[in-house]
């Protein structure tokens, strides 16, 4: 008998793409919101999705041509914002995913931006730095015309940093003809960057672990962590909530993890920005492998890696408690549902990570107002906008009957349906 389109939307049998999972999503939340059907329609799609060939010249003098993506999906709110990434697998609908990610993202936060995000289909790690700034200026120059501090604001990803940023907005500037600091958030500090940014999506993950910790009656004191991904996301937050108590019995990057039920001293093992790779070179604990880290015995499960990888398949078998997401999408639609018939409390991606983008609004505001802040203010004010974000979704959640998740959405969706209600459909 062939399955239902319904059944076919939530199961894991062909792999879910970020934008079939975002689509998922949007109308999970949409049930429960008083959204005019036609709004809802439009937010499925991107308002549009710029592609284009980026030549690079190779050090041998080659010549070898990149695929590069913008996906911009509403502005409703404020100008588009979101990450750049460098990976081969980079694709149209994964940024197209991402992008509505981003702009419910922004909305739970109450930030004035919408939601976008690009790539090119490339492997950093096959590209030397002379190589990748090239690059970089050639993607700037092509996007010239779509971003700008009021347009687009590109932000680092994964396979891109700091440097990036800078290589970005000195292509950008130089055909400006002056220096535009606010085209892109996530520079070095030294050229209209924030303090505290890099940490920033980590410091988010650690305070909004330790709310939902309060929340269901869990000292930190007595709770143990495992958290895939020691990247600078996972990193930042596995070692802040070492530093409040918490046990991190397992952390974890590409190759695998290490593992000691009594604690690992995770300011001794090298995060992945620090030394590539380097979690299992460590003689901390004992090794496991990525599969198992996620199904250990733990109170809180941090998924902060990459996205996919709780599914249909493992989600019966994880055993937490708490999942924190701090990858973006790391739970397939599939997974979710089986979470919530288990009652596994899963806080989302768009308020979990949010500090990224949260501190790219700060550095944002300090490049408009060449005034830059400490990383103490940084730190301050991040912690007082989660909580607000936490207390907004924790109403939603106490006063219906619906996932942590369906409360973010609930809370971003109708945030964006009211600013396109206010300020209608033109012409």
Same mark, same amino acid.
């Given at each position: 008998?062939?399955?239902?389109?319904?059944?076919?939307?939530?199961?894991?049998?062909?792999?879910?793409?970020?934008?079939?999972?975002?689509?998922?999503?949007?109308?999970?939340?949409?049930?429960?919101?008083?959204?005019?059907?036609?709004?809802?329609?439009?937010?499925?799609?991107?308002?549009?999705?710029?592609?284009?060939?980026?030549?690079?010249?190779?050090?041998?003098?080659?010549?070898?041509?990149?695929?590069?993506?913008?996906?911009?999906?509403?502005?409703?709110?404020?100008?588009?914002?979101?990450?750049?990434?460098?990976?081969?697998?980079?694709?149209?609908?994964?940024?197209?995913?991402?992008?509505?990610?981003?702009?419910?993202?922004?909305?739970?936060?109450?930030?004035?931006?919408?939601?976008?995000?690009?790539?090119?289909?490339?492997?950093?790690?096959?590209?030397?730095?002379?190589?990748?700034?090239?690059?970089?200026?050639?993607?700037?120059?092509?996007?010239?015309?779509?971003?700008?501090?009021?347009?687009?604001?590109?932000?680092?990803? +994964? $396979? /891109? #940093? @700091?440097?990036?940023?800078?290589?970005?907005?000195?292509?950008?500037?130089?055909?400006?003809?002056?220096? &535009? !600091?606010?085209?892109?958030?996530?520079?070095?500090?030294?050229?209209?960057?924030?303090?505290?940014?890099?940490?920033?999506?980590?410091?988010?993950?650690?305070?909004?672990?330790?709310?939902?910790?309060?929340?269901?009656?869990?000292?930190?004191?007595?709770?143990?962590?495992?958290?895939?991904?020691?990247?600078?996301?996972?990193?930042?937050?596995?070692?802040?909530?070492?530093?409040?108590?918490?046990?991190?019995?397992?952390?974890?990057?590409?190759?695998?993890?290490?593992?000691?039920?009594?604690?690992?001293?995770?300011?001794?093992?090298?995060?992945?920005?620090?030394?590539?790779?380097?979690? +299992? $070179? /460590? #003689? @901390?604990?004992?090794?496991?492998?990525?599969?198992?880290?996620?199904?250990?015995?733990?109170?809180?499960? &941090? !998924?902060?890696?990459?996205?996919?990888?709780?599914?249909?398949?493992?989600?019966?078998?994880?055993?937490?408690?708490?999942?924190?997401?701090?990858?973006?999408?790391?739970?397939?639609?599939?997974?979710?549902?089986?979470?919530?018939?288990?009652?596994?409390?899963?806080?989302?991606?768009?308020?979990?990570?949010?500090?990224?983008?949260?501190?790219?609004?700060?550095?944002?505001?300090?490049?408009?107002?060449?005034?830059?802040?400490?990383?103490?203010?940084?730190?301050?004010?991040?912690?007082?906008?989660?909580?607000?974000?936490?207390?907004?979704?924790?109403?939603?959640?106490?006063?219906?009957?619906?996932?942590?998740?369906?409360?973010?959405?609930?809370?971003?969706?109708?945030?964006?349906?009211?600013?396109?209600?206010?300020?209608?459909?033109?012409?």
């Amino acid at each position: 008998m062939a399955k239902s389109a319904h059944e076919e939307t939530t199961t894991d049998r062909d792999p879910e793409t970020a934008l079939e999972t975002a689509r998922h999503q949007l109308e999970r939340a949409a049930a429960h919101v008083d959204v005019d059907e036609g709004v809802v329609e439009r937010l499925k799609h991107p308002t549009k999705v710029l592609s284009g060939s980026i030549p690079l010249e190779r050090d041998d003098g080659t010549v070898e041509v990149f695929t590069g993506y913008r996906a911009q999906h509403d502005d409703v709110r404020g100008p588009y914002k979101g990450g750049l990434r460098y990976h081969p697998d980079v694709t149209e609908d994964e940024c197209v995913g991402l992008a509505m990610w981003m702009t419910w993202k922004c909305a739970v936060m109450d930030l004035p931006f919408g939601g976008a995000k690009g790539g090119i289909v490339a492997d950093p790690k096959e590209l030397s730095e002379d190589e990748r700034e090239r690059l970089t200026r050639r993607f700037a120059e092509e996007m010239r015309d779509f971003v700008g501090p009021t347009r687009d604001i590109p932000a680092p990803d +994964m $396979g /891109t #940093d @700091a440097q990036t940023m800078a290589w970005f907005m000195d292509a950008y500037s130089m055909q400006e003809g002056e220096t &535009v !600091p606010g085209v892109v958030t996530g520079k070095p500090p030294l050229i209209g960057g924030s303090y505290g940014r890099e940490e920033a999506p980590g410091r988010s993950v650690a305070i909004v672990t330790r709310e939902a910790a309060n929340y269901y009656d869990l000292s930190l004191d007595d709770a143990t962590v495992a958290v895939q991904g020691f990247g600078s996301v996972g990193a930042n937050a596995a070692r802040l909530l070492d530093e409040w108590g918490a046990t991190v019995v397992a952390v974890s990057d590409i190759n695998g993890g290490v593992y000691d039920p009594d604690g690992l001293a995770t300011r001794e093992i090298s995060a992945h920005d620090e030394q590539p790779e380097a979690v +299992m $070179g /460590t #003689d @901390a604990g004992s090794t496991l492998t990525n599969a198992e880290l996620l199904e250990l015995d733990v109170d809180i499960l &941090v !998924p902060a890696a990459v996205g996919n990888v709780l599914t249909e398949d493992n989600a019966a078998a994880v055993q937490a408690d708490i999942v924190v997401e701090g990858a973006n999408g790391p739970t397939t639609t599939a997974a979710d549902r089986i979470f919530a018939e288990r009652e596994v409390a899963v806080i989302p991606d768009i308020i979990a990570n949010a500090g990224g983008v949260t501190v790219s609004y700060f550095e944002w505001l300090q490049d408009i107002n060449r005034r830059q802040w400490t990383v103490e203010r940084v730190r301050e004010e991040l912690e007082s906008e989660m909580l607000s974000a936490w207390d907004d979704v924790r109403r939603e959640f106490e006063a219906r009957d619906v996932t942590w998740r369906d409360a973010a959405y609930i809370v971003g969706l109708s945030r964006v349906a009211e600013a396109k209600s206010t300020r209608g459909l033109w012409p």
